[in-house]
């Protein structure tokens, strides 16, 4: 790749400036997060950003980020820099996603470095307001790039689905943004839409997630777009926006976040809250006391391809006893299995009558073959950290009355 030599004293006020946006972010006072919070973002630069997308936004009073492809500026079907300008006159922000959209798993610190600053330039260059937002390309993202970006002065970062979800071209769902747990340079998408994701079920089980300090990333493309597979047809867009004015939800940029949001508080480890909802989590507990025996069953809840691959149950005489994650009637210990209907008790014997208290944990089994599709898209780290098999948090505790039927 071709490496355009900058202009030094700009970036270095583009630097300073930003620089001067996370200081005053530690000073300033936050407003609550409220529910039905939501963050509309379209990729890529598409001339209907421009044509079709912002008078819809604009009808209903709605932001949103537009994230360019400096590189991409003028092809077919593409911004020009007069229609970007034209965006940024009109009040929406412009974020960075790349120079040229390649894979940054990839590429040389230098380029990465390369692939930031080259589209601030551009933009100064253009009389455009400096973006503060960048979007990973490709959803590719490393802890090299996360650094890149704080060095050169941005404030936050848009990731996509995985690795929580599975990685599709046709998109789909992902986690809600959670800023106590999150890195503000690793923003989860939390749908990403498009004809080959229409659900309406799985749109409004995205929204739903916006509440309780979370907010909801909504990422778009082309309406149309120049590839089938992430396009927005005309319709669609029109009865989401509409969905969201009529059940009340605020729409905001990217950048609207910093009112509700202190983009300098940072987790020890930008990965460990994504690496934390890699497992599998139980829900769903059933105890059935119609037998001899109590049995055991529960359901199990994952966003990734994967099983259970073993389970441990512990039951208890009191709440207090369970609760230090010990079972004094019976600690079934790891057991080998993906079975997870009718366990059968093999505890202590139980008192007619008395009620119990139990609860289950499971280790997962991940599909290794969907792992190994992907493993070109994900960086090495958070690879190795999707193949390995993790014990999960216990459930819920849930109670049976022990009723002996001879």
Request: charged share 25%.
């Amino acid at each position: 790749m071709e490496i355009t030599k900058l202009p030094l004293f700009p970036l270095l006020a583009i630097a300073c400036l930003q620089a001067a946006t996370a200081t005053a972010q530690e000073a300033k006072k936050f407003q609550p997060i409220p529910n039905n919070l939501v963050v509309l973002t379209f990729d890529d630069g598409n001339v209907s950003d421009l044509t079709t997308v912002t008078p819809i936004l604009k009808k209903h009073g709605f932001s949103a980020t537009f994230y360019i492809t400096s590189g991409w500026i003028g092809r077919e079907r593409r911004l020009t820099w007069e229609q970007v300008k034209e965006l940024d006159a009109q009040g929406f922000e412009i974020g960075n996603h790349s120079s040229s959209h390649p894979n940054m798993l990839h590429i040389s610190d230098k380029e990465i470095h390369e692939q930031i600053v080259s589209f601030d330039w551009a933009l100064k260059e253009h009389g455009i307001r400096r973006a503060t937002s960048f979007a990973y390309p490709g959803e590719h993202h490393d802890r090299r790039i996360v650094k890149a970006l704080t060095e050169a002065g941005y404030t936050n970062a848009r990731r996509g689905l995985t690795p929580e979800y599975p990685l599709y071209d046709r998109g789909g769902r992902g986690p809600a943004y959670n800023p106590k747990e999150e890195d503000p340079f690793l923003i989860p998408g939390t749908y990403c839409r498009g004809d080959l994701s229409p659900s309406h079920e799985e749109f409004r089980a995205a929204l739903g997630q916006a509440k309780d300090g979370s907010i909801c990333v909504l990422i778009y493309h082309g309406v149309p777009d120049v590839h089938r597979h992430c396009t927005t047809s005309v319709d669609l867009l029109t009865k989401d926006m509409q969905y969201l004015k009529d059940n009340g939800y605020t729409v905001i940029a990217m950048r609207d976040l910093s009112k509700y949001v202190n983009f300098s508080t940072r987790p020890k480890d930008i990965y460990a809250p994504l690496v934390a909802r890699l497992g599998i989590t139980v829900n769903n507990l059933k105890c059935d006391t119609s037998g001899d025996n109590p049995s055991f069953s529960w359901k199990i809840k994952t966003t990734r391809p994967q099983t259970q691959a073993a389970y441990q149950i512990l039951v208890a005489s009191n709440p207090e006893i369970l609760e230090s994650n010990r079972g004094d009637f019976w600690d079934s210990g790891k057991v080998v299995s993906d079975n997870s209907n009718g366990i059968t008790y093999a505890g202590k014997p139980l008192a007619k009558g008395k009620t119990f208290h139990w609860k289950v944990r499971c280790w997962n089994n991940p599909d290794q073959a969907e792992i190994e599709r992907v493993k070109n898209w994900i960086n090495k780290e958070l690879i190795a950290e999707m193949r390995k098999t993790r014990t999960g948090a216990y459930s819920t505790p849930a109670s049976f009355k022990y009723k002996k039927t001879s």
